[in-house]
C-alpha cells in the first residue's frame, strides 16, 4: 500500500492565483513528519515546508502553507499568490520511525504548471 | 543547513561498466541517504549509511549492485555495479538536519545514462 499518496499527476493554476496540491498519508506511528520539496526542471530538490505529527498550527512559509489535517492524514501544500517560478514539480514525504531510526518515503509527486 | 556536493554531476556510460558516486557534505552528519530517481519517476530510497557500520539497503537494492562506502562523517560514496540501460537515472545523496524539526538537504545530483 502507498505509505504517501498524491492524487494530482498535473495541476494548472493561473498567475497570481492560489492553488492546494493534495497529499494523503498512511502510518501508524504517532511520532512522524511531513515534508514538501519543490524540484524545478534543473533537478534540485528544494525543501518548502515541514509539519510535524504533535503540531497543532498549520505550518506556514511565506506562500506556502500546509494544511494539516490529522485525523484524516492529509497533508496539503497551499501556494497562495502563484508566480510562473513555481513551474515545477512537487512532493510530498513523510519521515518515519524504522529499526531504531528513521526514512523518508516519498509521493509520487504534482506537476505544477503556472499559466501567464 | 548543509551544503551537499556530488561527483559527477553526470555520465554516460556504457554497459557493464561500474561508476563510483561521491558526496562530500561541509559538516559532520550521522546519517546520509542514497536515492535514486528515475526519468519521470519519484525518489526511492536505495539505502542509508552510518559512519563504522554496514548500510542498510531498502527491499529491492542489494549491496553487490549498490556497494556503499562510508569511512568518515563527511564522505560517502556510491557505485552502480555491471550497469543496464535500466540504471539510468538521477542518484542522489541527501543528509538529516541537526534538529527534529529539520529537513533533510540534497545533493544537486548525479544524471547517469547508461548506454
Known amino acids: 500500500a502507498q505509505k504517501i499518496t498524491q492524487t494530482q499527476p498535473g495541476m494548472f493554476v493561473q498567475e497570481k492565483e492560489a492553488v492546494t496540491l493534495d497529499c494523503t498519508y498512511d502510518?501508524?506511528?504517532?511520532?512522524?513528519?511531513l515534508f514538501w520539496y519543490k524540484q524545478p526542471s534543473s533537478g534540485e530538490m528544494i525543501f518548502l515546508i515541514y509539519q510535524g505529527s504533535y503540531d497543532e498550527q498549520n505550518a506556514t512559509e511565506g506562500r506556502y502553507s500546509l494544511n494539516f489535517q490529522k485525523a484524516r492524514k492529509s497533508a496539503n501544500l497551499v501556494i497562495s499568490a502563484s508566480q510562473l517560478g513555481d513551474s515545477a514539480m512537487y512532493f510530498c514525504?513523510?519521515?518515519?520511525?524504522?529499526?531504531?531510526?528513521?526514512?523518508?518515503?516519498f509521493g509520487t509527486g504534482t506537476r505544477l504548471k503556472v499559466l501567464a | 543547513s548543509a551544503v551537499i556536493s556530488q561527483k559527477p554531476s553526470r555520465d554516460i556510460c556504457q554497459r557493464g561498466t561500474s561508476l563510483t558516486i561521491q558526496c562530500q557534505v561541509d559538516?559532520?552528519?550521522?546519517?546520509m541517504f542514497w536515492y535514486r530517481q528515475q526519468p519521470g519517476q519519484s525518489l526511492t530510497l536505495i539505502a542509508t549509511a552510518n559512519q563504522g557500520s554496514e548500510a542498510t539497503y531498502e527491499s529491492g537494492f542489494v549491496i553487490d549492485k549498490f556497494p556503499i562506502s562510508r569511512p568518515n562523517l563527511t564522505f560517502s560514496t556510491l557505485t552502480v555495479s555491471n550497469m543496464s540501460p535500466e540504471d539510468s537515472s538521477i542518484y542522489l545523496c541527501?543528509?538529516?538536519?541537526?534538529?527534529?524539526?529539520?529537513?533533510?538537504?540534497f545533493g544537486p545530483g548525479t544524471r547517469l545514462t547508461v548506454l
Open positions: 514525504a513523510m519521515r518515519e520511525p524504522t529499526s531504531g531510526t528513521y526514512k523518508y518515503i
Open positions: 541527501s543528509v538529516d538536519g541537526t534538529a527534529s524539526t529539520d529537513t533533510q538537504y
Open positions: 502510518t501508524s506511528d504517532q511520532s512522524y513528519g
Open positions: 559538516s559532520q552528519v550521522t546519517m
